[in-house]
């Protein structure tokens, strides 16, 4: 078992290493010229990750959740507001908690 200090320190450590990720990227990209073909990937890149987040989510969670997706889809596509289809997706996951589980 891991003691509580090396657990810390394992955490620090991986924080430290994604903030210099994420610094360092900043910093690299201001010297890259975004051509329409380096624009298209990285939309696309993000937008596959997004997909593979959820994706995972759903696989590991039950009807609920995906129940939850589901209207946060169709109200992103209805109302093209980011807020709007996550506090349907909210208010779904909450009313189904309360009233069949």
């Known amino acids: 078992m891991v ?5 810390y320190l394992a955490i620090f450590l991986m924080a430290l290493v994604t903030l210099g990720t994420r610094v ?3 910093a690299i990209m201001r010297f890259v ?3 329409p073909r380096v624009t298209v ?3 696309a890149m993000s937008a ?3 997909a593979a987040i959820v994706v995972t ?3 590991n969670n039950g009807t609920r959740e995906a129940a939850a997706v589901g ?3 169709l109200v992103m596509l209805a109302t093209r507001s980011a807020v709007w289809s996550m ?10 908690t309360v009233l069949i589980s």
Request: proline fraction near 3%.
């Open 48 to 50: 596959s990750v997004l």
């Open 71 to 73: 209207v946060a889809i």
């Open 87 to 96: 506090v349907a997706a909210l208010l779904l996951a909450a009313g189904w």
């Open 3 to 7: 003691d509580a200090p090396t657990a």
């Open 33 to 35: 010229t975004l051509s």
């Open 24 to 26: 360092g990227g900043a």
């Open 57 to 59: 989510f759903l696989m």
């Open 41 to 43: 990937f990285l939309e």
